[in-house]
């Protein structure tokens, strides 16, 4: 009896699983089969599979739609926010998390207090400051502000989880006459690692799609970023829906395969072992 | 090898009122293996992790080999530290651990590669050269913070708790392992415990510390048989000191202790050094080991026996530890009696104390009186 149950159980959970996996990837399977077809065949049945497999369409993307020029644009502007927010911030958290000082809660708070406001509010003001420094239209001035964006989160997830950290690991590196720069290196970063891994991801994914204060903060064609770029393909009254499709697949490879590196560090147990 | 002196070597905490460490003045020999206990949040973690130069000295000045300390950085102390929660670097295998230390130091390859090898074959970890932290069982995680205390070669050793997560049988044969390594190693050792079988069985000598203060200092054995006060009384022995407020007064004999109608001639005390207490309110100190139980036909030849009620048996084995009502006195009492003690609950028994080795505090100071 209790057999037949557990089997119930258990059919009843992959039932609901199907359900949510359906759910979830659906979407993301059409649009991948949308970029292997053309914008005509998509008119006369958008859900089905391709009778032909239209590869083709990733090259012209690539080359002729300047797709290479806005996917490398990406890249440089995402490595390089999310590289900076990394060190910048997994810097600040060693240090709230390590040492005791007066108002040592108080800036963590504030930094953090920064997430209630929605990032729209600083749009008009922080517009007015890269054209005054003459960073508008720019890569850098861009990069500035996914940095900034991403700050609070990083330096909160981080603090959280560098501040369980066991202190003696860090009395121990004392004793061995490491300094705190070099704990800093030897010990958070690596040990951090899951939580760093975490932070990498969500801030790629988060930069890679921004497309808000890209909009209004790139006016230049050739330093678009990816989903810039695939917007170009929304024309006043035709709307390229193979293309678009085509375009999203090339901006989400870049985000699975960063998931497929760190996603494996975030769930490794790193401090397994470290006390106890 | 080294000497190490606290001289009046306080800490406060930034925002505290209270001293953690109050004043502490304490010469540690060389080669000598010392053991700081008492319980928990005393101070004895702070006083060693102020000799090591992770907390700074708030007042006073910490010497090793004469030279002044309180302002030298940890690092260049010459001092190892094995942790409570033994501190092994997670991300690095138990050779890489042994080796960190020295990577900083600058010591050669070759000789960090010889070193390790020599420590883990010392401790018994070659096998496990490769493997990281987490896949060792507790014991070897033990050795490798000891090891990565030994591959470095430090004038001082300092051991904080670092028994206190194993298991223990694992505890007594580590107790013994640390011990074994001391003799080979000859070093200067300083060990923090609230543990006082620890205490009693790893230190040459004890330092035990309340509230901040050392109460009282000295090999094992003297500090269990003359405790200086009756926090040490009741910290060190298990079960503790029985401490009883009685009366003393002049008898033929000399003196006695009197409570309820119990009177007990302290016939080994030196009637001189307690004229100012007569009279007066002391507290009386019975190791429940001193002890013994009177059969009922043997009453009569034991004048200084005395009824209690059996409240709790506490059959151990290798003993009976009874624990007792007695008329008079606030406190239970406890009996440390034969194995073959056939006492029952809600008994009344005989018992009688060796007067012999009985204690005496004064009830203000809780200082131990000098009375023999």
């Known amino acids: ?276 | 090898m080294a000497v190490v002196k606290l001289e009046n070597v306080s800490k406060r905490y930034p925002g505290s009122q209270e001293l953690a460490v109050d004043a502490i003045n304490l010469e540690i020999a060389d080669g000598e293996f010392l053991v700081l206990l008492g319980p928990s949040g005393c101070g004895k973690s702070t006083a060693l992790r102020m000799i090591a130069g992770l907390e700074s000295i708030t007042r006073g000045t910490l010497y090793i080999d004469g030279q002044a300390m309180n302002h030298i950085p940890a690092k260049d102390r010459d001092i190892a530290m094995v942790f409570q929660s033994y501190a092994l670097y997670p991300h690095m295998n138990v050779a890489n651990n042994l080796a960190f230390g020295l990577r900083r130091r600058k010591v050669p390859k070759d000789k960090i590669a010889r070193r390790v090898e020599n420590v883990a074959g010392m401790l018994g970890l070659t096998p496990f050269l490769g493997r990281k932290p987490h896949a060792l069982s507790g014991g070897q995680r033990q050795r490798v913070a000891l090891g990565r205390a030994i591959v470095r070669d430090p004038k001082v050793f300092l051991f904080d708790e670092p028994l206190s997560n194993l298991d223990a049988a694992l505890r007594v044969s580590t107790r013994n392992e640390l011990v074994k390594q001391h003799q080979r190693l000859g070093a200067t050792m300083i060990y923090v415990t609230h543990d006082q079988v620890e205490a009693m069985t790893m230190g040459q000598r004890i330092c035990i510390i309340n509230n901040g203060k050392l109460v009282q200092v000295g090999v094992p054995l003297q500090v269990y048989r003359e405790p200086a006060d009756t926090f040490v009384a009741k910290f060190l022995g298990n079960p503790p000191m029985n401490l009883i407020k009685v009366r003393l007064e002049a008898s033929a004999d000399g003196v006695a202790a009197r409570f309820g109608h119990h009177v007990l001639p302290l016939l080994a005390m030196d009637v001189a050094k307690l004229t100012a207490y007569i009279n007066q309110t002391v507290i009386l100190g019975i190791r429940p080991e001193d002890f013994s139980e009177i059969g009922p036909q043997d009453r009569h030849q034991h004048p200084n026996g005395f009824t209690a009620r059996v409240a709790a048996v506490e059959a151990l084995g290798a003993e009976t530890v009874l624990i007792t009502e007695i008329e008079a006195v606030d406190e239970v009492v406890r009996a440390r009696l034969d194995r073959d003690s056939t006492a029952r609950l809600g008994d009344e028994i005989c018992i009688e104390a060796d007067v012999n080795r009985v204690h005496l505090f004064d009830p203000e100071s809780s200082r131990a009186i000098a009375c023999r």
């Open chain 1, 1 to 276: 009896m209790s057999l037949i149950l557990r089997n119930w159980k258990r059919a009843l959970l992959m039932i609901i699983l199907s359900g949510y996996t359906a759910f979830a990837a659906g979407p993301f399977i059409w649009v991948s089969m949308m970029s292997l077809r053309t914008t005509p065949e998509i008119s006369d049945n958008p859900y089905t599979f391709p009778e032909a497999f239209h590869w083709e369409k990733y090259a012209v993307a690539w080359s002729e739609s300047d797709y290479s020029v806005y996917f490398w644009n990406s890249v440089m502007v995402t490595t390089i926010a999310v590289l900076a927010v990394t060190i910048i911030a997994s810097m600040t958290a060693h240090c709230l998390a390590r040492f005791r000082f007066p108002g040592n809660r108080l800036i963590l708070f504030m930094i953090f207090s920064t997430l209630i406001f929605p990032p729209q509010i600083v749009m008009i003001s922080l517009f007015q400051v890269l054209v005054n420094y003459g960073l508008f239209d720019t890569h850098l001035g861009l990069i500035l502000v996914y940095i900034a964006l991403q700050m609070p989160l990083t330096v909160f997830i981080l603090e959280g989880f560098f501040s369980r950290l066991p202190q003696d690991l860090y009395d121990a590196a004392k004793m061995d006459g490491y300094s705190n720069f070099e704990s800093y290196w030897r010990l958070t970063l690596p040990i951090g690692l899951p939580a760093i891994a975490t932070t990498v991801i969500l801030n790629f994914i988060h930069i890679w799609n921004e497309f808000l204060f890209a909009v209004v903060l790139i006016a230049s064609d050739e330093k678009r970023t990816l989903p810039l770029g695939i917007q170009k393909f929304y024309g006043d009254r035709l709307e390229d829906v193979g293309m678009i499709a085509t375009g999203v697949m090339i901006s989400v490879i870049p985000v699975i395969l960063i998931y497929i590196f760190f996603s494996e560090k975030m769930i490794q147990g790193m401090t397994a072992g470290a006390v106890k």
